[in-house]
């Protein structure tokens, strides 16, 4: 109950004040603290009041979302009740999944480790994405879709509605599942992908990094692995190496090709010293003084599909009779009319 308080967001005086004033400040408090029971009729009222479904209150915890929390990528504009509304959410997505997954009997991939020592620089997760990229068999190509690339070796990417200035989460439940939460509501392709990627530099190298590191450069270190993994560093030699002069143009075209965007590669050429400091600083002073290239600059082109798979197993699991109707509208947050008109069997 207190769960379903803090992700809608109100104190205890403000449910009780939503449901009419039928119960007191008091009684809320000890109903949260397990000291009274509310009545059937109470209970319907608080799950109108908390917007969920009576079986949410019934619903065993699986896992300490304390325990998960390794990462928590956010603008400093998100307040801390939204913080922890934000933190009951995941919580309550990553519960659904693995339950979905449990009735369906899923095989949990093995994230395999990778061996390295204590990581302290830009030039440590560089050699580390390329460790990831040789054992996943990547090459030097592109990733053609990031998502797919962590759920068949071993991470589940679940997606939540979230205040705009949250990108992503990862942590590891109950150490068992590698775990990558995203804002269902950030739709730039190019930055999405790299929050993918900045979220399993944390899931496979947190515990290894210099313990002298702050947070702030562990961030830039993940992302330096993110940039390493979108788009390996002898590809940008190869492309770039030997111009003085490097069109917007040609930036595009390769950021469509790897999925990056432009920012990320110029930000990598100047870490490789293909870019000037000098050069670095006037382009982007001429971006930020120049809203048609800022525009053009940060606009999305790569075309990734971000697939549902929380979605495709409830309906797969309902099509099979393993769950009701009503189960799956629990599970999807939905109407039990909704998940009918949605449902289609062959």
Not at 27 to 49: D, N, Q, R, V, W
Not at 201 to 218: I, Q, R, V, W, Y
């Amino acid at each position: 109950m207190r769960q379903a308080r803090i992700k809608a967001q109100l104190s205890m005086e403000a449910l009780c004040e939503r449901m009419g004033s039928i119960v007191s400040k008091q009684a809320i408090s000890k109903y949260e603290g397990a000291k009274m029971m509310p009545t059937s009729t109470i209970l319907i009222a608080l799950a109108e009041a908390l917007n969920v479904e009576l079986c949410y209150f019934f619903r065993p915890f699986t896992f300490d979302l304390g325990n998960f929390d390794v990462s928590f990528r956010k603008k400093s504009s998100v307040g801390v009740k939204e913080v922890s509304a934000l933190k009951v959410q995941i919580q309550d997505d990553i519960e659904r999944y693995l339950e979905i997954e449990e009735i369906l009997g899923k095989e949990k991939p093995v994230l395999n480790n990778i061996e390295t020592g204590v990581l302290k620089s830009t030039t440590d997760m560089e050699q580390c994405a390329k460790r990831v990229r040789e054992q996943w068999g990547l090459g030097k190509d592109g990733i053609a879709n990031v998502q797919d690339l962590l759920e068949a070796n071993g991470i589940k990417v679940i997606y939540t509605n979230a205040h705009e200035g949250f990108d992503g989460v990862s942590g590891v439940v109950n150490g068992l599942h590698y775990i990558i939460v995203l804002n269902n509501e950030k739709n730039h392709t190019e930055r999405r992908r790299l929050t993918s990627i900045h979220e399993l530099g944390h899931l496979l190298f947190n515990d290894k990094f210099s313990a002298e590191l702050t947070p702030h450069e562990k961030e830039n270190l993940c992302n330096a692995f993110a940039n390493e993994m979108l788009l390996p560093s002898e590809t940008l030699q190869l492309y770039f190496g030997e111009k003085s002069k490097i069109a917007i143009e040609e930036l595009i075209t390769l950021g469509e090709t790897f999925g990056i965007s432009v920012d990320a590669i110029v930000h990598k050429l100047h870490n490789m010293g293909l870019v000037s400091e000098k050069r670095y600083r006037s382009f982007y002073i001429r971006k930020n003084q120049n809203p048609l290239l800022k525009k053009k600059v940060e606009a999305t082109r790569y075309k990734e599909t971000k697939t549902n798979r929380f979605e495709a197993m409830v309906y797969s699991a309902l099509a099979q009779q393993l769950i009701s109707t009503s189960k799956a509208a629990s599970l999807l947050n939905c109407t039990i009319n909704k998940v009918r008109q949605e449902l289609d069997v062959i």
